[in-house]
């Protein structure tokens, strides 16, 4: 078991890390108990795959547990499915001072969350994150959010969890492209700040493709430790530190809506092919060296990930890309900050980039 602090003052909490942690719930469940069956939120999919395991632990336990059950997909991530949940909540009278617990990946999650800041004017909620991407990412650091007709995340809130508890187990049910969209975020951290967490990677990152119980409890520890020191630094994004978590992310969006943000490219997928963007972007402005940008690019092709507009199925011009980015959240008074690196494990945020410069160098990768 690895027990990562996320360092908040009175709001710290702790994530926890065991293979089957889900079926032994209960030990770490059991403080937050009221008398009453804990709600927890989930989807179609996590319902039939992981619920029947913790509510197994939690009956058995005498705590209890019921589900509310929602449809799987980004769609969920919804005012109205927003309205409903509330709704169920409601109904179930939910206090201010209960833990409702979110079952499921980065949607669950996210929609989870915002409802438990706004329910009452916020109530404790738990995350159990059953997808890699979740694991190593959204479940950590209380971002909250749904999506509006503006785009992805843009109605939401800070609210940290009380406790995350990830169980490596679950994966075994995961689509392994789904595993592999994931595995992008895992690399992200080695290149943002750890480049012997990318050596790493690059040596022992197919053994958690595989599903080898060493090599996912190491990755999933090391990145929830790094997200946890960068969350506890700066909490809401305001010093710079926790924007570095956006590598890949301003490419990877302009790639997720030409996609129409659907399962032709999933969000780790684009984050993977805008990292490599990032890195080769860098090397072309004299940043960081080519070695270093190949280095990238070879790893997430190695693994499988797209790595260039071609391996993301993309076929737009790089005007119609830099479009996108305009409607990207992280603009600020008309300019759009970029996390460019000037080597691995040497992530910055940079405010100078040139929108038309970053069109002509995507036109210029496109072309090869
Ligand atoms: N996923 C980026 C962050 O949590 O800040």
Redesign the pocket.
Known sequence: MRVITVGLGDRSYDVVIEDGILDRAAAHLGRFATGRPFTVITDETVAQAQWPRLKAALDKAGIGAEAIVLPAGESTKSWSHLEHLLDQLLLREVERGDHIIALGGGVIGDLVGFAASILKRGCHFIQIPTTLLSQV??SV?G?TAINARAGKNMVGSFHQPALVLIDPTVLDTLDPREVRAGYAEVVKYGLIGDPEFFLWCETLGHRLLEGDSDARAYAIGASVAAKAAIVGEDER?TSGR?AL??LGHTFGHALEAETGFSSLLLHGEGVAAGMALAFRYSAVRGLCSVEDAARVTAHLRNVGLPYDLASAGITASGATLVAHMLHDKKRTGGTLPFLLARGIGQTYLDKTVELAEVEHFLDADQAG
């Open positions: 990412d959204s650091g971002k994004e926790r978590l956006n």
